[in-house]
């Protein structure tokens, strides 16, 4: 990760766009803006957290794992919101890490400062509750797709997903760095990235994935891309 003056930063936070004038640069003079690359650990798990991140035009997946190492994609954040839920809830530690599946950049703050903006209440606290809820409802929804729903239409609603959250068509990875996010074997992976490809939905290159026909991939993934997009359409809005 590299820091740049936030005042580069052309887009912005939308969580942080809905507050209050005041409230919003107050939040940007506690930040600085930091670039990040694919692959980039945020946050790792079973740690304190000493900073959160509001995602400008990155996208960053929330992995857990289990004891021997695998892991699986349980949540997605973008501009919508933030990484460190743990900060304003006064847990003891990161459950997850939080992997950066699209470069970009981040807004990167303090979690000393974000807990002492959060507990003055006002937009700020308001929008936070109102993400969390959000997003804990995609964790629930991703979870109920793992179990019932195919790897081809989980593989679409994750694409669409990142591309959603994000300013650029490529996401970063290979069919291998993609099957570890959704619990799949490289080989299941790389057969559904082909048809995908025929089907002009998505253009592969060596280290990244380009999302070229997002109405291709809706029409391929099941209904919680949907269901999720309007949880959060609900519970973010003014």
Not at 197 to 215: D, K, L, Y
Request: glycine share 8%; proline share 3%.
């Amino acid at each position: 990760m590299s820091t740049e003056p936030s005042r580069q930063v052309a887009a912005e936070n939308l969580l942080l766009a809905q507050l209050p004038v005041h409230e919003r640069n107050a939040v940007l003079r506690g930040s600085e803006a930091v670039s990040c690359a694919s692959g980039d650990v945020l946050l790792s798990a079973n740690t304190h957290s000493d900073y959160v991140f509001f995602p400008v035009d990155a996208v960053v997946s929330m992995v857990r794992k289990l004891r021997d190492g695998r892991g699986v994609d349980i949540g997605v954040v973008g501009s919508e919101g933030m990484i460190g839920l743990d900060v304003f809830v006064d847990a003891k530690t990161q459950l997850d890490d939080a992997v950066v599946r699209s470069a970009g950049t981040v807004y990167c703050m303090r979690a000393d400062e974000l807990r002492r903006q959060f507990h003055r209440g006002g937009g700020l606290q308001k929008y936070l509750l109102r993400f969390t809820n959000a997003f804990l409802s995609q964790v629930a929804q991703i979870a109920l797709c793992n179990r019932y729903h195919s790897l081809d239409a989980r593989l679409s609603r994750w694409l669409l997903m990142i591309h959603d959250r994000s300013s650029f068509p490529e996401i970063g990875g290979t069919p291998g760095s993609i099957s570890h996010a959704l619990a799949a074997t490289d080989e299941d992976v790389e057969e559904i990235v082909a048809r995908l490809t025929t089907a002009r939905a998505v253009r592969q290159r060596r280290h990244s994935i380009s999302v070229v026909g997002p109405e291709a991939l809706e029409l391929n993934a099941c209904e919680c891309y949907e269901t999720i997009r309007q949880v959060y359409e609900r519970t973010l809005g003014s």
